[in-house]
Each structure stands twice: as structure tokens, then as C-alpha cells.
Nanobody, 119 residues
């Protein structure tokens, strides 16, 4: 089992920045990748960004490219999401998740942290 705890959400004005953190504990040695997702009210959960744990390769949804940066600290078993130039449409609950192997499935999820961007 892997336990994930997100933090860093909050209320920010459009154009501002936030940094989310996700700390992992438990059987973290089995991690292939970690991802960030978000879900806005009335919408489906969507992928935001991901990072391959072993080599740090990153990938992003088109909607956040150039504004968001995902990074990791292997020693702390923590992944970060730096969010710049925030827009009201970025308002959502943000979740981190662990992927144990290549494929479409994420195996463990955090409880989420609310990000609200005011216009």
C-alpha cells in the first residue's frame, strides 16, 4: 500500500502562483510514475501532469503546458506541482496518484486539495 497526502492548495487571484506537494509513504519503492489530476465541479477528472520516478521525465496536459511544472524529491518521496499564471478555469480539487507500472492505471490516490482561482 502507498499513502499519499497532498497539501498547498488555497485561494489565489488570477495570474498568481501556488505550489502543491504530495508526500508518499508506505511501499513507495514500487512507484513507476506519479501524476497530478484535477476535478472541477460538474466535470470529469482530468490528467494534469506526470513524472517518471526513476529518471524525472515529465509530461503535461496541453492546457497547463508552459504554466505548470512537476518535479520530485526522491529522498523525501515527494512530488510537487508548481502552478504559475493561474486562471479561473484552473479551479478544481487537485489529486496526486501513484502508478506502479506502465499503463493507464493509477493505483493509489490522495484525498485531494482545493485550488480556487478568483478572477
Amino acid at each position: 500500500q502507498v499513502q499519499l497526502v497532498e497539501s498547498g492548495g488555497g485561494l489565489v487571484q488570477a495570474g498568481g502562483s501556488l505550489r502543491l506537494s504530495c508526500s508518499a509513504s508506505g511501499r513507495t519503492f514500487s512507484t513507476y510514475a506519479m501524476g497530478w489530476f484535477r476535478q472541477a465541479p460538474g466535470k470529469e477528472r482530468e490528467f494534469v501532469a506526470g513524472i517518471i520516478w526513476s529518471d524525472g521525465r515529465t509530461y503535461y496536459a496541453d492546457s497547463v503546458k508552459g504554466r505548470f511544472t512537476v518535479s520530485r524529491d526522491n529522498a523525501k518521496n515527494t512530488v510537487y506541482l508548481q502552478m504559475n499564471s493561474l486562471k479561473p478555469e484552473d479551479t478544481a480539487v487537485y489529486y496526486c496518484a501513484v502508478q506502479r507500472r506502465v499503463g493507464p492505471t493509477y493505483d493509489y490516490w490522495g484525498q485531494g486539495t482545493q485550488v480556487t482561482v478568483s478572477s
